[in-house]
Every structure is written in C-alpha cells, then in structure tokens.
C-alpha cells in the first residue's frame, strides 16, 4: 500500500511511543498527586511543556495541553472571544477566512447563535490565499479575536500569517492561528509569526490521537471551556494526558527539527508529481497555490469524474489517499474550502488530495501518478 494520506493522520513513530512508555506503565502517576509517582509524572508533563515552549518559542506557562487540534482550536476561537466580551460587551464579532477547518468555523457559529457574536468571513481568492486588504477590511474595533489557518487541510495553501498577524495586533486585536497542518512542515516560532495563539495536533506529525495543544500569549484573556479541578492553570480542567503530552513534545521536537533540506526535496517530489499528474490526465486542476503550499500536500479536480470513484479505484491499486479533508469525506455535499476558491461545485466533487510525510520516496510518487493516470481514465470510461 502506498499511504498518500498523511493531512488526515500519521502512525505513532517508535521514539514517541518510547518516550511514552514508562508514563503508560510503571510512572503512571497522577500529576496532581502528592507522592513521588505523582512528582516523577508533574516533573514529565513540565519536561513536555518546556519542550514545547522551545520549539515554539515561547514561556513554557504558555501552553496549555488539550485532547488534540478541535479542542485546541475551540478553546482559542471561544475562550478568547468570551473572555474579551464579558470585559467589554462593545467586543461582539469574531473574524475567520472563508477556508477555516470545521473546528473554528463551527465554533464562531456557535459564538453566533448562543453568544450573540456577528462572524465576519474574509474570502479567499482562487488559490486559497487571504489577501491582507481583504482581511484588514474584515477588522473593525468591536473584533473579539480573529482566526485564519497557517496552511489549509483540503489544498496545502499557506498563508501570511505574519503579515496578518501584524495587521490585527496592530488594531489590539488578539489573532489565532490553527497551525495543525503546518506542524513538521512551516516555522512555528511564535515571536516570529507574531501571532497570540496557535493551534497544533499530535496525529498529524507521528504522536497518537487524543493529544494536542494550545499556546497563548502572555496575558491574553482566556475563558476556559472545561470547568473542574483547575489542571493547565485553569484553563482547561481535567487530569492531564501525561504520556499523550510527552508524545506530542517528542513528536513536535522530532518533526520540527526536520532540515530544510529535507523540506526542500519533499517538495520537490510534490512538484514532480504534480506535473506527472497535469501532463498525464487531461483536464486535470491543481487546487490551491501553486508555490505557497504545503511541501506535502498535492490536491487536485478531475472534471468527468466523481472523486469517490477515483478514490475507490485508486484504493484497488494499491494507493490511499482522500477525496478532500478527512472530516468532509462520506458527505455528499460539495467541499465549502473549494466553493469558497470559487470553484464549481460539480468540479469540486471530483477532488482528490494526496498527502505524503517525510518518508515518502520519489518510487512512491512514480507509482501514484501512474495509478492516478489509469484510474481516472478508467472512471471516465465507465461515464464518471
Ligand atoms: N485543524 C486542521 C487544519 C486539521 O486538519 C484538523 C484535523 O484534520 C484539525 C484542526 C482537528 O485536529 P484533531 O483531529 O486533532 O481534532
């Protein structure tokens, strides 16, 4: 099998679930407890912490461990815009882009209908990229917090998020970045991209499901969701996943200490198979930025087809991959990242994403395009 779904999840690599191990058996203790089980498991999640905080580039106080990247995302979009409302009820809109992941934009929508908040949608244009104007236009003085992903799940495209951060901090405004699919692959320093709070998600960079994270900055305001025994200073109740926030902080380490170098020749096996793919299967469309994407991300719409279809045949060869985000896949309706591009939503019920990890080998790429090629001529030769 060739596993070309890595945007939807990644198997646990060996020095992580090494590095769990002993906090799965023998130190199994409770981080809240007063004995020295206890202590050798708070002492383990401060170790994961401070590892965190070195890679991001933060005070290890800035990090708050979650259950993985919805939770994470959730907790900034509505513990930032809650808490900055009950201090000043004038702060009722939340501003995210029209190609957010269903966990920011189905909590503004929350925001909307319980809370009150208006959502404003900054849209995208045909590459998936936010425009700065556009997106400074969306701010105003009543803006809570806004959000816009660092790279998108569906097509790979990343976007500028310094420049967007500038621009809303500039305004005072608390700015949120839902970092899960740039993780192992973008710079994540938090100083650097100048953002207030980032997302990031253990599956998708080799640490189990379960398990991810959010940073915020310094004294921003954060009304936490979880309510109970105070864990992760309060702002998120529960006790502690002491062996999933070691795993993360291995896996973060590991991924991000990937060489550009490295970078650089995943990338460039993406760009040979994307043109193998172009050249190969007529009226193939790439989706997303041609440059500014994701070194492991290829997405594409392949007019005449439907996308389960090809899925389907492509999975009989042999080559796993997804048709859009694993979270769309099995509805019917058209993916809204897509209609959002401006692309036509029967055309976008033909898309394909192929996402590869590190691992992957131009042998593995050669193979795919070849079964994308006699898949998709297959499809159409039996009417789509
Ligand atoms: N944000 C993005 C961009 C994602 O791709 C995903 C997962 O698909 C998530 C958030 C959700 O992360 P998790 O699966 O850890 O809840």
């Given at each position: 099998?060739?596993?070309?779904?890595?945007?939807?999840?990644t198997p646990?690599?060996?020095?992580?679930?090494?590095?769990?191990?002993?906090?799965?058996?023998?130190e199994?203790?409770?981080?809240s407890s007063?004995?020295s089980?206890g202590e050798?498991?708070a002492d383990?999640?401060?170790g994961?912490?401070s590892?965190v905080?070195?890679?991001?580039?933060?005070?290890a106080?800035?990090i708050t461990?979650?259950?993985?990247?919805?939770?994470a995302?959730?907790l900034?979009?509505?513990?930032i815009?809650?808490?900055?409302?009950a201090?000043?009820p004038?702060?009722?809109r939340?501003?995210?882009?029209?190609?957010?992941?269903?966990?920011?934009e189905e909590?503004?929508?929350?925001l909307?209908r319980?809370?009150g908040?208006?959502?404003?949608v900054?849209p995208?244009?045909?590459?998936?990229l936010?425009?700065?104007?556009?997106f400074?236009?969306?701010?105003r003085?009543?803006?809570?917090?806004?959000?816009?992903?660092?790279a998108?799940?569906?097509?790979?495209?990343v976007?500028p998020?310094a420049e967007?951060a500038?621009l809303?901090?500039?305004?005072?405004?608390p700015f949120?970045?839902d970092?899960?699919?740039?993780a192992?692959?973008?710079?994540?320093?938090?100083?650097a991209?100048?953002v207030?709070a980032?997302?990031?998600?253990?599956?998708k960079?080799?640490a189990?499901?379960g398990c991810?994270l959010?940073?915020?900055?310094g004294?921003t305001?954060?009304?936490?969701?979880?309510?109970?025994?105070?864990q992760?200073?309060?702002?998120?109740?529960?006790?502690?996943?002491v062996?999933?926030?070691?795993?993360?902080?291995?896996?973060?380490t590991l991924?991000?200490?990937?060489?550009?170098?490295e970078?650089r020749?995943?990338?460039?096996?993406?760009d040979?198979?994307?043109?193998a793919v172009l050249?190969?299967?007529p009226?193939?469309l790439?989706t997303g930025?041609?440059?500014?994407?994701l070194?492991?991300v290829?997405?594409?719409?392949?007019?005449g087809?439907?996308?389960?279809?090809v899925?389907?045949?492509l999975?009989r060869?042999?080559?796993?991959?997804s048709?859009?985000?694993?979270?769309a896949?099995?509805?019917?309706?058209p993916?809204?990242?897509?209609?959002?591009?401006?692309i036509?939503?029967e055309?976008?019920?033909t898309?394909?994403?192929?996402s590869?990890?590190?691992a992957?080998?131009?042998?593995?790429?050669?193979?795919a395009a070849?079964?994308?090629?006699?898949?998709?001529g297959?499809?159409r030769?039996?009417?789509g």
């Amino acid at each position: 099998m060739i596993f070309l779904d890595a945007a939807a999840t990644t198997p646990v690599r060996r020095e992580v679930l090494d590095a769990m191990w002993p906090y799965l058996t023998g130190e199994f203790g409770n981080p809240s407890s007063h004995h020295s089980l206890g202590e050798a498991a708070a002492d383990a999640l401060a170790g994961a912490r401070s590892s965190v905080a070195a890679v991001l580039g933060c005070r290890a106080g800035e990090i708050t461990f979650t259950s993985g990247g919805t939770e994470a995302d959730n907790l900034a979009v509505k513990g930032i815009a809650l808490a900055r409302q009950a201090a000043n009820p004038q702060l009722n809109r939340v501003v995210i882009s029209a190609v957010e992941h269903p966990a920011v934009e189905e909590s503004a929508r929350y925001l909307e209908r319980f809370h009150g908040l208006a959502v404003d949608v900054v849209p995208v244009d045909g590459e998936g990229l936010v425009r700065p104007e556009a997106f400074r236009a969306a701010l105003r003085p009543e803006t809570a917090v806004a959000s816009v992903m660092y790279a998108n799940n569906e097509v790979g495209t990343v976007q500028p998020i310094a420049e967007l951060a500038a621009l809303a901090r500039g305004l005072g405004i608390p700015f949120h970045t839902d970092a899960v699919q740039a993780a192992g692959w973008l710079p994540l320093d938090t100083k650097a991209l100048g953002v207030d709070a980032m997302s990031i998600s253990g599956h998708k960079i080799g640490a189990p499901k379960g398990c991810g994270l959010l940073f915020v900055r310094g004294r921003t305001r954060l009304e936490p969701l979880v309510h109970g025994g105070g864990q992760e200073r309060g702002r998120r109740s529960g006790t502690e996943n002491v062996a999933g926030a070691v795993g993360l902080a291995t896996a973060l380490t590991l991924a991000q200490a990937r060489q550009a170098e490295e970078r650089r020749r995943v990338a460039a096996l993406r760009d040979t198979f994307i043109g193998a793919v172009l050249t190969g299967v007529p009226g193939a469309l790439l989706t997303g930025h041609p440059v500014d994407r994701l070194p492991s991300v290829a997405s594409f719409c392949f007019p005449g087809t439907s996308g389960e279809s090809v899925l389907l045949e492509l999975e009989r060869q042999g080559v796993v991959c997804s048709s859009g985000s694993a979270c769309a896949a099995g509805s019917d309706a058209p993916s809204p990242v897509l209609t959002a591009m401006g692309i036509a939503p029967e055309e976008a019920q033909t898309a394909i994403r192929f996402s590869f990890d590190s691992a992957v080998t131009g042998a593995d790429l050669e193979a795919a395009a070849t079964s994308v090629l006699d898949a998709v001529g297959r499809v159409r030769a039996l009417g789509g």
